[in-house]
């Protein structure tokens, strides 16, 4: 069975310090790994993926993520955070065994205080 | 830019009463989701749909759930004798385009219906 751990609810940064989201995974085939964003009262908006190749991959507004094999983490990653950037983050994974499903994390609020 | 759409945004029911929460997917996808949000946390799989069946269900998709792609286009979910634990924010997804792995793609979700058992 597939699995994501986000293990930080809430990340507070500065504005202009750069951020980072942690997220691990499990699963038993390959995984395939997502990103999305939740601003206040709002659907799911995609940020980014990683499905194989370069393992930095980057997305919407300045984000990018690192996939770790041997970690068994897809940490999202942003140089100079933005006030606007203030949401609830979650990263989820498909896993190639059984490819129909999406599985979220608990989610990490994130919070940039001027 | 294509989008998946839902109806009603919000929806009070009295609890017992059967609801059916409609989505319209993006027209040429493939797969279709349904997950609810309870209070702003986790997003928990509901059930995933492909060539007009289901694909896979979670736990919490019990007898109580049904879900149906009446048309070419509509996507619904029926939740029978509706409980108060069902209050959540209920989201629609589709992802897949034909000729693509499901894998590769990601999935577009929907605004959201607010479903409140009162």
């Known amino acids: 069975a597939q699995s994501v751990a986000q293990p930080e609810d809430q990340v507070k940064v500065a504005e202009g310090n750069p951020l980072t989201v942690k997220c691990t995974y499990s699963?038993?085939?390959?995984?395939?790994l997502f990103w999305y964003v939740q601003y206040p009262n709002r659907g799911l908006q995609f940020l980014l993926k990683?499905?194989?190749?370069?393992?930095l991959v980057k997305g919407s507004y300045g984000f990018e993520a690192e996939f770790n094999k041997s970690q068994t983490s897809f940490h999202l990653k942003k140089p100079s955070a933005l006030v606007s950037d203030s949401a609830l983050y979650f990263c989820?994974?498909?896993?190639?065994?059984?490819?129909?499903?999406?599985?979220f994390g608990s989610g990490t609020r994130l919070s940039i205080r001027p | 830019e294509p989008e998946v759409t839902q109806t009603p945004s919000h929806q009070v029911t009295q609890m017992g009463q059967e609801v059916i929460l409609r989505c319209v997917p993006i027209?040429?996808?493939?797969?279709f989701y349904w997950y609810r949000q309870i209070l702003g946390q986790k997003v928990e799989f509901l059930v995933s749909?492909?060539?007009?069946?289901?694909?896979?269900k979670s736990e919490i998709f019990d007898d109580q759930f049904s879900v149906e792609r009446p048309d070419g286009s509509n996507f619904t979910l029926k939740i029978r004798s509706t409980k108060l634990e069902d209050s959540a924010m209920y989201f629609c997804?589709?992802?897949?385009?034909?000729?693509?792995?499901?894998?590769?793609?990601?999935?577009?979700f929907g605004q959201g219906t607010r479903l409140t058992v009162v």
């Open positions: 749909f492909y060539n007009n069946e289901i694909s896979e």
């Open positions: 699963v038993s085939g390959n995984p395939y």
């Open positions: 027209s040429n996808h493939l797969y």
């Open positions: 990683y499905i194989t190749g370069d393992n």
């Open positions: 997804a589709s992802s897949g385009n034909p000729g693509r792995q499901i894998w590769n793609t990601e999935a577009f």
């Open positions: 989820a994974v498909r896993d190639s065994s059984s490819a129909s499903k999406i599985i």
